[in-house]
């Protein structure tokens, strides 16, 4: 069992950055692979981020390759998404995910990144 809360969204004007974190808690946080989605308005959610169990390994969507970048920090229990050169089609509702079983299984509750122009 594994309980998400995002935070570190907000209101940032395009070319700038932001941090996002995602505060795990339960049982063996280390042991799952994590990830980051996002979904703005009157669209799909879709893949962002994702990292391994281990930090070893990381992928991105080609939307934000290059831009983001994805790191863990399994002594604190949390996963950051590090955001620079903003763009205004960044803005959606970011959620953090834990990944285990084969599925994406657990969820936050999403923390919302707006871009301006």
């Known amino acids: 069992q594994v309980q998400l809360v995002e935070s570190g969204g907000g209101l940032v004007q395009a070319g700038g950055s932001l941090r996002l974190s995602c505060a795990a808690s339960?049982?063996?946080?280390?042991?799952?692979?994590m990830g980051w989605f996002r979904q703005a308005p009157g669209k799909e959610r879709e893949f962002v981020s994702r990292?391994?169990?281990?930090?070893?390994?990381?992928y991105y969507a080609d939307s934000v390759k290059g831009r983001f970048t994805i790191s863990r920090d399994n002594a604190k229990n949390t996963v950051y998404l590090q955001m620079n050169r903003l763009k205004p089609e960044d803005t959606a509702v970011y959620y953090c995910?834990?990944?285990?079983?084969?599925?994406?299984?657990?969820w936050g509750q999403g923390t919302q990144v707006t871009v301006s122009s």
């Open positions: 995910a834990a990944y285990s079983m084969g599925k994406w299984d657990y």
């Open positions: 339960g049982r063996t946080f280390s042991n799952y692979a």
């Open positions: 990292i391994s169990w281990s930090g070893g390994s990381t």
